[in-house]
């Protein structure tokens, strides 16, 4: 596995760099990182935009569900440190490398398909159980 980046107006696809072994990349919001983890879902890399170098910012049992913070500072995921650990999520700061357990999931039921993700406020979000046959549709009026 590898990561490649796709110009829309030559159409053309270009492998990036140092990125053997890595899926799932995510841009920052701001624009200036790359985020991306092993394929063995243990560790989390993150590179500048450029892709130029690689640098691992947490490795642990499993990490999951990888979502960036709306400051760029911290990125947010579901993991747990060692194989009979309980699932959690956390929140890892890019700059400093200090990482916050937020929430113990020991007693949240987990489905095979599973989402968590992080609101523009910080709210941590997640899905319960996801079943096909549903299907909803939230409407509001945001200020």
């Known amino acids: 596995m590898r990561l490649h980046r796709m110009d ?3 159409r053309q696809v270009e492998s990036l760099k140092e990125t053997n072994g890595l899926w799932s990349p995510r841009w920052s919001p701001d624009g200036k990182s790359l985020l991306a983890i092993t394929t063995d879902n243990r560790t ?29 500072q911290s990125i ?3 993991g747990r440190a060692y194989l ?18 937020l929430v113990d999931m ?3 039921p987990i489905p095979i398909e599973n989402w ?7 709210t ?17 009026k945001l200020p």
């Not at 993150?46 to 913070?69: E, K, L």
């Not at 956390?90 to 200090?98: L, Q, W």
């Open 84 to 101: 009979e650990s309980e699932w959690a999520l956390y929140r890892i700061n890019v700059v400093t490398g200090a990482l916050q357990k």
């Open 8 to 10: 829309l107006r030559t």
């Open 44 to 72: 989390i890399r993150i590179s500048p935009s450029d892709a130029s170098y690689w640098r691992d910012v947490i490795s642990m049992h499993d990490v999951d569900n990888v979502t960036w913070s709306y400051d760029s």
């Open 124 to 140: 941590l979000l997640g899905s319960k159980n996801s079943l096909s046959e549903e299907i909803y549709e939230l409407r509001c």
């Open 116 to 122: 968590w993700g992080v609101a523009p406020d910080g």
């Open 76 to 78: 947010y995921f579901s």
């Open 106 to 108: 020991k007693d949240f």
